[in-house]
């Protein structure tokens, strides 16, 4: 039987195997982050346990065990994760776990660089090394078989997901190419896994948001067998179909990829280090003077409609309730960028440790008392435009400047006759081409990243700007719809 929880620490889902007479002495449960679409394990047996792909924050894990009163005695990686920084190194190093990757990983600290079929036992239970190059070389997929001696599931990190597996472009090194990484996973599916039994469980790494594969399943975990039938890689293809299939139509990576997969080669410094400084109360006078000394960038986590109506000059929202980790590594293109925070009071702790995971580790401090306090102080606020998708459409005329901030392939689903895809991704790009003389009006799918992206041309010396609350899907319920300027491209 499968349970749900929210543990309160870091927000995460989690789902847990319940303790019944065939794995009395087994538990495990995968615990889901939404933001990352990311699931780490904790897998215990008789005492002592396991933790597989860690998020950076160690707590979540200790006081599990703790509960439990059991040991950590391995912390295993599945490869060198792309899109967050693991907790692996200062895991290790406050509970003596051995850190284990798959062949050849070439880490800059004391692991076990596994060999294919290699065994670790954790109470009454194993887990037996599967090596799977495809997605990364090191690639490795964790086979666990219970104190019966049956194979009960695999954690297959990025290598099988549930509906998709790992891209092939996000390790490419020498005369290494993503087509020979995506050969390679051909045969990693289906000489290390699809061999496996149907009834095995397969519990992969990420879910349906993440930017390491192209169309995950919302679902987080499945059947061997049933994903067999459904998953379009593990069907009866060739190798060259596959290799096509996977290769073609692959998003960019974020930029902060390669750098946090470096960060996990090397090991991340420690979390206590990185709150000590990011948690510091910071006054309006001493903000302010922090942002003048240090050229900081004003971080605003706020909502976007709250952010609008008043935020400290030079201010870019990227608010806490959306993809925030994933917006910041796109966007914010140097890891050690000084970082000072307004935030919703309570939300201080969460904002720098959300911002560690993906490795900015430079903030500074926050603003104590907030918005409020800046007020208070007599201190300068700006705004931001903002109008309704109704106003929007009293407004517009063929002669309006409307940029569309969505991903390309929402804009050529559907769109607002003459607007200028101008991805939010790329902004750092396109910034030049626009003209500060123009006003535009700027819009998303739901509001969320067309305030992203007005905060960031606003700090960018653009003040002709208004923002559509509500994004494309407020706008087609408007008359615009209703008098054919709404493009469809097929």
């Not at 990025?158 to 390790?171: C, E, K, M, S």
């Not at 910041?328 to 000072?340: A, K, W």
């Not at 517009?396 to 991903?407: F, G, I, M, Q």
């Amino acid at each position: 039987m499968l349970l749900s929880a929210i543990d309160f620490y870091s927000q995460e889902k989690v789902f847990s195997t319940g303790i019944n007479a065939h794995f009395r002495c087994m538990k495990i449960e995968q615990i889901y982050t939404g933001c990352l679409a990311e699931a780490a394990y904790y897998v215990e047996s008789n005492g002592e346990c396991a933790i597989i792909d860690p998020l950076r924050e160690t707590l979540p894990y200790i006081s599990r065990a703790e509960k439990n009163n059991a040991k950590i005695k391995y912390v295993f990686e599945t490869h060198f994760h792309a899109d967050f920084v693991s907790g692996h190194l200062e895991l290790s190093q406050k509970t003596g776990a051995k850190i284990v990757y798959g062949p050849n990983a070439d880490c800059h600290f004391d692991c076990i660089s596994a060999k294919d079929g290699d065994e670790f036992s954790i109470g009454k239970i194993k887990l037996r090394v599967l090596h799977t190059p495809g997605h990364t070389p090191e690639s490795a997929t964790y086979l666990l078989i219970d104190e019966n001696g049956k194979e009960h599931c695999i954690f297959t990190g990025d290598t099988l997901f549930i509906g998709d597996v790992g891209r092939p472009d996000l390790a490419i090194a020498g005369n290494v190419t993503k087509e020979d990484l995506a050969g390679m996973l051909f045969d990693s599916l289906r000489n290390k896994i699809m061999p496996l039994p149907d009834e095995v469980i397969v519990y992969p790494a990420h879910g349906a948001g993440s930017a390491c594969g192209k169309n995950m399943s919302k679902e987080t975990f499945d059947t061997l067998g049933h994903q067999k039938q459904v998953n379009y890689a593990l069907q009866n293809i060739s190798k060259e179909e596959f290799v096509k299939q996977l290769t073609e139509g692959i998003a960019s990576a974020p930029q902060y990829f390669s750098k946090n997969a470096m960060m996990n080669k090397q090991g991340a410094g420690k979390l206590d280090e990185v709150y000590s400084h990011g948690l510091k109360k910071l006054s309006p006078a001493e903000f302010e003077t922090a942002a003048e000394e240090t050229s900081a960038l004003i971080l605003d986590t706020r909502e976007a409609q709250v952010f609008c109506k008043g935020f400290v000059p030079g201010s870019v929202n990227i608010g806490l309730s959306g993809q925030f980790a994933v917006w910041v590594g796109t966007l914010i293109t140097d890891l050690n960028q000084p970082i000072l925070l307004v935030c919703d009071e309570g939300k201080e702790e969460e904002c720098v440790m959300r911002l560690a995971r993906v490795g900015y580790d430079n903030t500074l401090g926050y603003l104590n008392g907030g918005m409020e306090e800046w007020k208070k102080s007599g201190r300068n606020a700006e705004t931001i435009l903002s109008i309704s998708a109704n106003e929007f459409s009293s407004q517009y005329n063929n002669e309006t400047n409307v940029l569309d901030v969505r991903r390309v392939n929402e804009f050529e689903d559907e769109h607002v006759t003459e607007a200028e895809s101008r991805p939010l991704d790329f902004i750092n790009d396109w910034t030049s081409e626009i003209d500060k003389n123009k006003t535009y009006f700027i819009h998303c799918a739901g509001g969320y990243r067309s305030m992203v992206a007005v905060s960031i041309l606003k700090a960018r010396g653009f003040n002709n700007l208004i923002e559509v609350a509500g994004g494309y899907a407020a706008l087609a319920k408007t008359n615009i719809s209703k008098t054919n300027l709404i493009t469809e491209l097929k």
